[in-house]
């Protein structure tokens, strides 16, 4: 008898706990799914209402200095359609500017400056979001525009990005004086356009070609690009003035423009990674629109190679203002090698014209730039901008 109550009392005991069980797994279920959708329509709702309050980009008239909204073209914001359905208007979220320092891009001081690896290969495509800092780069593998294109497939026609996933804080035009050297853009482009999206960079690419085999005149070509980019958007707040041999070796080394006009590439390869003079202006450079304005542009008179920079640097110097540099770890460059191009001589009368550059700079430059634009093509990758800028005055006979 005792032992049948015990089997009773234990039987009892064991549907007890099992009920326990059950009602404590459909508790747990129950609140499980209410806090989920508490916490999504927590955020929904705070996101939407913190925007409305405080986001600095929502008036359609904006004082100096905000930044404007980009729209995935470079245009206005689109206006909001009159039937918005219900998913659209509860997941949607306003942008945020982007970040000083974009997620990801290791800082300088951090272990990727000295740890190998930490060392990316951009020969091998990884996904966006992965950035390290240093980067290995290489010229031997073979490069074709397809390429570039398929690795690429955000950028749109004419070479142009912006950033989906917040509101980049200036408009950027990365302008490349050029001549025959197609070989060398496919690098340039394979490397530089997942660079500059990592970076959040809004920017356009213009190659501005010169027309014709006259004397090559890098600076009045810039000259040209910024004058181009402005008619192609005026909102261009920034202008990098790049050299297509010349690639970044650290995607901490930022393509924008600062307080104080820019010289990115500090060591060059070809200098030993060392800056190979105190007024060194040359490779890449960086101006906002007020400062290029500031010193007249770039000069017209320099045909031929060597001195343009040099000019450049004064002009910055006598118009008050300073050369801002990354640190020399990170304004590394590797330069594609090649050949003096024909017709690009060094310019036996550059010594002379820095010189002058005080008396020169302000009727020389971009208030009295002349060309003729011959074509403007819109390439995948870029925007292709031929001109015919000219020929240097003929040199008075010695003697």
């Not at 390290?132 to 073979?142: A, K, N």
């Amino acid at each position: 008898m005792t032992r049948l109550l015990l089997g009773v009392t234990l039987e009892r005991i064991c549907k007890a706990v099992l009920l326990l069980c059950l009602l404590h797994f459909v508790i747990i279920m129950i609140l499980y799914f209410d806090v989920y959708a508490q916490h999504l329509d927590f955020f929904s709702r705070f996101n939407a209402r913190n925007a409305s309050r405080t986001h600095p980009f929502s008036n359609s008239s904006r004082p100096n200095g905000t930044v404007p909204s980009y729209g995935p073209a470079g245009a206005e914001a689109p206006s909001p359609s009159t039937k918005p359905s219900t998913n659209q208007s509860a997941t949607e979220k306003p942008l945020q500017p982007c970040q000083e320092i974009p997620p990801g891009l290791v800082q300088a001081g951090a272990a990727g400056d000295h740890d190998p690896d930490h060392v990316l290969s951009c020969g091998h495509r990884p996904a966006l979001p992965l950035t390290v800092g240093r980067l290995l780069i290489e010229f031997s593998s073979p490069m074709s525009m397809e390429r570039v294109q398929r690795e690429n497939p955000d950028v749109r026609q004419g070479g142009k990005y912006t950033p989906p996933d917040c509101l980049p804080r200036q408009k950027v035009a990365i302008l490349i004086p050029f001549r025959h050297r197609e070989h060398h853009l496919k690098y340039w482009l394979h490397y530089l356009h997942p660079i500059l999206r990592r970076q959040k960079v809004a920017y356009g690419i213009y190659i501005i070609n010169q027309f014709g085999e006259d004397t090559f005149n890098r600076a009045k070509l810039l000259n040209v690009g910024f004058m181009e980019a402005l008619k192609d958007d005026e909102e261009y707040d920034c202008f990098i003035f790049s050299d297509v041999d010349l690639i970044p070796m650290d995607d901490r080394n930022l393509y924008r423009c600062y307080e104080q006009p820019r010289h990115f590439a500090v060591g060059m390869d070809k200098f030993g990674f060392r800056l190979p003079y105190a007024g060194y202006f040359g490779g890449v450079s960086g101006l906002s629109k007020s400062q290029f304005l500031k010193i007249n542009g770039f000069p017209n008179e320099y045909w031929g190679w060597g001195g343009e920079d040099d000019d450049i640097f004064n002009r910055i110097s006598l118009n008050g203002m300073k050369v801002s540099r990354p640190d020399i770890r990170i304004g590394r460059y590797r330069m594609i090698k090649h050949e003096r191009d024909k017709h690009n001589e060094p310019n036996p009368q550059r010594f002379t014209k820095i010189q002058n550059t005080k008396m020169t700079m302000k009727r020389d430059g971009i208030s009295s730039l002349q060309y003729r634009l011959v074509e403007i093509s819109r390439q995948p990758m870029y925007t292709n901008i031929t001109v015919e800028i000219g020929r240097p005055p003929p040199r008075l006979a010695r003697g």
